[in-house]
T-cell receptor, first 114, second 112 residues
Framework: NAGVMQNPRHLVRRRGQEARLRCSPM?????VYWYRQLPEEGLKFMVY????????ESGMPKERFSAEFPKEGPSILRIQQVVRGDSAAYFC????????????FGQGTRLTVV | QKEVEQNSGPLSVPEGAIASLNCTYS??????FFWYRQYSGKSPELIMS????GDKEDGRFTAQLNKASQYVSLLIRDSQPSDSATYLC????????????FGTGTRLLVSP
């Protein structure tokens, strides 16, 4: 959905560098979700955030990954010391309310670690 | 057992036919279900949502839910080549928020 803006669309990082992925939710949406899609695999939930709060991060790897959604500005998914296994498409989704409203996805950021 | 299971396909149908896509889920307490379409290299696009047993129709698409059988399906009538994509079934596992568990998707090929 064009309303959820992610940047960059493509990101190439060398092993050991940091990757920062940005997501601006649709106007009026205060709930942001990050999903990861590894090659030939399904989408996997990573984290759910509301403004200034991480609500559920049960899908986040324990190390190197962090997410934030500050009061002002986009949500950021940060991957430190990237490894080749982090290469994937990272999708952000947003919704205006909770469980009973649909989530709309951004175009994704395709991270390649070389 | 995977939480959400789909046949990976490909499912091949001729143009104008009905495509039937199926999905089963393991958590009997699941309440909301979604079908997304994903073209190669693109993001998932919401096609249908369904919350109650029975059928829900939207244009050429009909979603069917049977909670007793833990089964969700998507019917696409008058299939078009532009419907060729991977169809993802998703089940919400969140309490009070969207925590979608996706199947690996069924690839649909509609031949002219």
């Amino acid at each position: 959905n064009a309303g959820v803006m992610q940047n960059p669309r493509h990101l190439v990082r060398r092993r050991g560098q940091e990757a920062r992925l940005r997501c601006s939710p649709m106007k009026g949406h205060s709930h942001v979700y990050w999903y990861r899609q590894l090659p030939e695999e399904g989408l996997k939930f990573m984290v759910y955030l509301q403004k200034e709060n991480i609500i559920d991060e049960s899908g986040m790897p324990k190390e190197r990954f962090s997410a934030e959604f500050p009061k002002e500005g986009p949500s950021i998914l940060r991957i430190q010391q990237v490894v080749r296994g982090d290469s994937a498409a990272y999708f952000c989704a947003s919704s205006p309310l909770g469980a009973l409203t649909e989530a709309f996805f951004g175009q994704g950021t395709r991270l390649t670690v070389v | 057992q995977k939480e959400v299971e789909q046949n990976s396909g490909p499912l091949s149908v001729p143009e104008g036919a009905i495509a039937s896509l199926n999905c089963t889920y393991s958590d009997r307490g699941s309440q909301s279900f979604f079908w997304y379409r994903q073209y190669s290299g693109k993001s998932p696009e919401l096609i249908m949502s369904i919350y109650s047993n029975g059928d829900k129709e939207d244009g050429r698409f009909t979603a069917q839910l049977n909670k007793a059988s833990q089964y969700v399906s998507l019917l696409i009538r008058d299939s078009q080549p532009s419907d060729s994509a991977t169809y993802l079934c998703a089940v919400n596992r969140g309490t009070g928020f969207q925590k979608l568990v996706f199947g690996t998707g069924t690839r649909l090929l509609v031949s002219p």
